[in-house]
C-alpha cells in the first residue's frame, strides 16, 4: 500500500497533532504516516508512535514488546505491516524514546531516525 497523499479525516483523533512530529513512508519504509510527540507530563499513557493512514489511526507503544494500544476508523494493520512496525520501533527506540523524553527536538529526530 502506498500512500500518495495524507489527507487527515474524521477517524482521526484530535490529539494535538501539531504538537507532534511526522515522518512519511519514505523516511521510515512503514505503509503509514507516523507521527512522534514529546512528553507533556500530562499523558495518561507511556511512551508511544502513532500510525496513520487515509482510514484511521493507532497507537503502538515504544517498548520491548510493542503492542497496538488503541485503533481509531477503520485502519487495517496485517500482520507483515504490524512485524515492519515493531522491527521500526526496534531499529529506533534510542532515538524514539530521546525525543519522548525531550533530549532531542523533531530536526534531531529527522536526522537519526533509521527507515527500515
Same mark, same amino acid.
Given at each position: 500500500?502506498? +500512500? /500518495? #497523499?495524507? &489527507?487527515?479525516? *474524521? %477517524? %482521526?483523533?484530535?490529539?494535538?497533532?501539531?504538537?507532534? =512530529?511526522?515522518?512519511?513512508?519514505?523516511?521510515?519504509?512503514? @505503509?503509514? &504516516? &507516523?507521527? +512522534? =510527540? $514529546?512528553?507533556? @507530563?500530562? /499523558?495518561? %499513557?507511556? $511512551?508511544?508512535?502513532?500510525?496513520?493512514?487515509?482510514?484511521?489511526?493507532?497507537?503502538?507503544?515504544?517498548?520491548? @514488546?510493542?503492542?497496538?494500544?488503541?485503533?481509531?476508523? @477503520? +485502519?487495517? +494493520?496485517?500482520?507483515?505491516?504490524?512485524?515492519?512496525?515493531?522491527?521500526?520501533?526496534?531499529?529506533? #527506540?534510542? &532515538?524514539?524514546?530521546?525525543?519522548?523524553?525531550?533530549?532531542?527536538?523533531?530536526?534531531?529526530?529527522? *536526522?537519526?531516525? #533509521?527507515?527500515?
Amino acid at each position: 500500500m502506498k +500512500i /500518495e #497523499k495524507y &489527507v487527515f479525516t *474524521e %477517524h %482521526h483523533s484530535q490529539d494535538k497533532l501539531y504538537e507532534m =512530529s511526522n515522518l512519511f513512508p519514505y523516511a521510515t519504509g512503514l @505503509n503509514y &504516516v &507516523v507521527w +512522534i =510527540s $514529546a512528553k507533556s @507530563n500530562k /499523558e495518561r %499513557h507511556w $511512551a508511544r508512535i502513532k500510525i496513520a493512514d487515509n482510514d484511521g489511526e493507532a497507537s503502538i507503544s515504544i517498548d520491548d @514488546n510493542p503492542e497496538v494500544k488503541s485503533k481509531k476508523g @477503520n +485502519i487495517k +494493520i496485517s500482520g507483515k505491516n504490524l512485524k515492519d512496525i515493531k522491527q521500526f520501533i526496534a531499529l529506533n #527506540k534510542d &532515538v524514539l524514546l530521546d525525543h519522548w523524553n525531550g533530549k532531542i527536538d523533531s530536526k534531531q529526530l529527522g *536526522e537519526r531516525i #533509521k527507515s527500515i
